[in-house]
């Protein structure tokens, strides 16, 4: 672990200055006009910041001088402060605990994927869209944290450039022997939900996506909500082809409350008609993520409700079979042998499914859980002193 020399928990005074990471390049041309200067200078600003990865201003030689200086009194594209990056033993999972301005922390991850049968080696970021969680759910180290804010679309963007500089100055070699320099995959699963932050995420989508951006493929972002039907609904509206991820995590209303309290206000007969509005809409498929918590939605009962409970959409429903990561709240993860028993009765019902590669186990990588152990070390420290 690398950690940052800055002090912990300082908040610094509110940047009045214009995060251009927060812009679509409509929005950046329309800033630098009203700076008094040429709409070109968008372009050439865009292209500076992200496909050459500049990470400031005085390093984008393509603007002159004088503008250079002007930007660094009037914008900022200033990543958050890296509190701690850690890494898996194997290099392929690596993860950021990151200090926003306000001093609020946040986490980000990249995992590093080799080619398989589905598809080539790819670098997929895992994006915090909130400060914390307001849903509760008891398997999540984030839910256990409570809402703090939601996340701007430019502090959204700022993570995934953060990796993408790194990918381009370290580049992976998969075991293939093909280099990875470029982030290829974004899934919206960090900390906190992202439909709740709905404006700013779907903003940071379209700025990742813009051909003047990242240039990142819809098809290869991943959003993933605990069942806000509003945001599933508008969700199905919008133009950009992204993927949806349900965390659903139990067969029955009953069940799924006990460890999802959005349940109660949005059942699952809601979010899957929803779902079906959103099937309807893109034809796209969905995913429905399902962490397997050993004695609690694992038995071959739970599997058998489950393939009812989906078959009925056919090739356009997936399970992701997730077994959960330890957290503070005690749950264990099945055995290899009870996941493959859970696959077989899902297969039996007509249902397809897959199982989560485990990534990160020994860096504290699923969600929240490295800031959880950064807030205890801090609250010991403070304890001591």
């Not at 609904?233 to 799924?256: D, F, G, K, T, Y």
Request: with cysteine; charged share 25%; aromatic share 6%.
């Amino acid at each position: 672990m690398t950690t940052s020399d800055a002090p912990r928990g300082d908040t610094l005074a509110p940047d009045r200055r214009a995060d251009l990471l927060g812009m679509t390049f409509d929005e950046l041309r329309d800033w630098l006009v009203g700076q008094g200067e040429p709409a070109y200078r968008a372009q050439q600003l865009a292209e500076a910041i992200y496909h050459r990865l500049a990470p400031a201003f005085d390093q984008m030689s393509a603007l002159p001088a004088a503008l250079r200086e002007r930007l660094d009194t009037l914008a900022t594209i200033a990543s958050p402060q890296v509190r701690a990056l850690v890494a898996s033993k194997d290099g392929r999972t690596r993860k950021l605990l990151l200090a926003l301005r306000d001093g609020r922390l946040i986490e980000t991850v990249l995992m590093l994927y080799p080619a398989s049968p589905e598809g080539r080696a790819r670098a997929t970021i895992c994006v915090s869209t909130q400060a914390g969680c307001a849903y509760g759910c008891t398997f999540c180290a984030t839910g256990q944290m409570g809402f703090e804010r939601h996340l701007t679309a430019g502090e959204i963007v700022a993570q995934v450039l953060y990796f993408a500089r790194e990918l381009r100055e370290r580049p992976w070699t998969a075991p293939d022997g093909q280099p990875i320099d470029r982030v290829t995959n974004l899934v919206f699963m960090g900390m906190g939900e992202p439909l709740h932050n709905y404006d700013n995420t779907l903003k940071a989508l379209r700025i990742l996506n813009m051909p003047e951006g990242l240039r990142i493929g819809a098809r290869h972002m991943t959003v993933s909500t605990v069942g806000l039907v509003p945001g599933i609904l508008r969700l199905a509206e919008e133009p950009l082809q992204v993927n949806l991820a349900i965390s659903l995590h139990a067969p029955n209303n009953e069940m799924r409350a006990r460890t999802m309290p959005v349940t109660r206000k949005y059942p699952i007969e809601q979010v899957l008609d929803a779902v079906r509005t959103y099937v309807e809409h893109t034809g796209r498929q969905v995913t429905f993520e399902y962490v397997l918590l050993s004695g609690v939605n694992d038995a071959d009962e739970h599997a058998r409700e489950l393939g009812r409970l989906l078959a009925p959409l056919r090739q356009l429903g997936h399970v992701n079979l997730i077994p959960v990561n330890q957290t503070a709240a005690g749950y264990q993860p099945p055995s290899g042998e009870r996941i493959r028993a859970f696959r077989e009765l899902l297969r039996i019902e007509g249902v397809t499914s897959s199982v989560r590669a485990e990534r990160g186990d020994d860096i504290a990588a699923a969600c929240g859980q490295l800031r959880t152990r950064e807030t205890r070390l801090q609250s010991a420290s403070s304890a001591r002193a």
